[in-house]
T-cell receptor, first 116, second 112 residues
Framework: DTEVTQTPKHLVMGMTNKKSLKCEQHMGHRAMYWYKQKAKKPPELMFVYSYEKLSINESVPSRFSPECPNSSLLNLHLHALQPEDSALYLC???????????????FGPGTRLTVL | QQQVKQSPQSLIVQKGGISIINCAYENTAFDYFPWYQQFPGKGPALLIAIRPDVSEKKEGRFTISFNKSAKQFSLHIMDSQPGDSATYFCAASKYNFNKFYFGSGTKLNVKP
């Protein structure tokens, strides 16, 4: 299995809702990532988990809350989002090599989020 | 400060032609340079990557050329096909560090 899966594919939520995005990989990768991508822009890194521990938080607002329950799963909990948070949310994973080196990142198809 | 600069922003090529996308970086500590291809509504997919110990890497119709002294690298797509129409992102990262610095992207349109 060489893919990263994400659910749901599309999500529409109001500013007062609470929702979660899910990501799963079965490649044995021990690093997992959340990215946000706006139209016609490159992906922007939000969070990195390495060995199930949060290693990078790119100063993301607290209305986004990541969780890594095990080495295969990554969640992004959403609460009180703003319309400007509407974007494609991408999950990725990578190996962690010898000496901590990180190899290529494999991306999932993304969740298209619309905040009304 | 933008760590990786990519050009052109958009590119139109005739079928069978060569598509060339260029990237330049500032940080000499970068030592991994991937190219990603992204179709509308999909996640980026790794196309090809290079490390600075070689000046060129070829995989099928896709070639990365790397110039360490100029801190530049480029993607060449030979015999471009309409199915290659997508957005291409270059990126760079440091060894032993899990953060990619992406270029701004190039939207390629291959005309039939």
């Amino acid at each position: 299995d060489t893919e990263v899966t994400q659910t749901p594919k599309h999500l529409v939520m109001g500013m007062t809702n609470k929702k979660s995005l899910k990501c799963e990989q079965h490649m044995g990768h021990r690093a997992m990532y959340w990215y946000k991508q706006k139209a016609k822009k490159p992906p922007e890194l939000m969070f990195v988990y390495s060995y199930e521990k949060l290693s990078i938080n790119e100063s993301v607002p607290s209305r986004f809350s990541p969780e890594c329950p095990n080495s295969s799963l990554l969640n992004l909990h959403l609460h009180a989002l703003q319309p400007e948070d509407s974007a494609l949310y991408l999950c990725a994973s990578s190996q962690v090599g010898r000496g901590g080196s990180y190899n290529e990142q494999f991306f999932g198809p993304g969740t298209r989020l619309t905040v009304l | 400060q933008q760590q990786v600069k990519q050009s052109p922003q958009s590119l139109i090529v005739q079928k069978g032609g060569i598509s060339i996308i260029n990237c330049a970086y500032e940080n000499t500590a970068f030592d991994y340079f991937p190219w990603y291809q992204q179709f509308p509504g999909k996640g980026p997919a790794l196309l090809i990557a290079i490390r600075p110990d070689v000046s060129e890497k070829k995989e099928g119709r896709f070639t990365i050329s790397f110039n360490k002294s100029a801190k530049q690298f480029s993607l060449h797509i030979m015999d471009s096909q309409p199915g290659d129409s997508a957005t291409y992102f270059c990126a760079a990262s440091k060894y032993n560090f899990n953060k990619f610095y992406f270029g701004s992207g190039t939207k390629l349109n291959v005309k039939p």
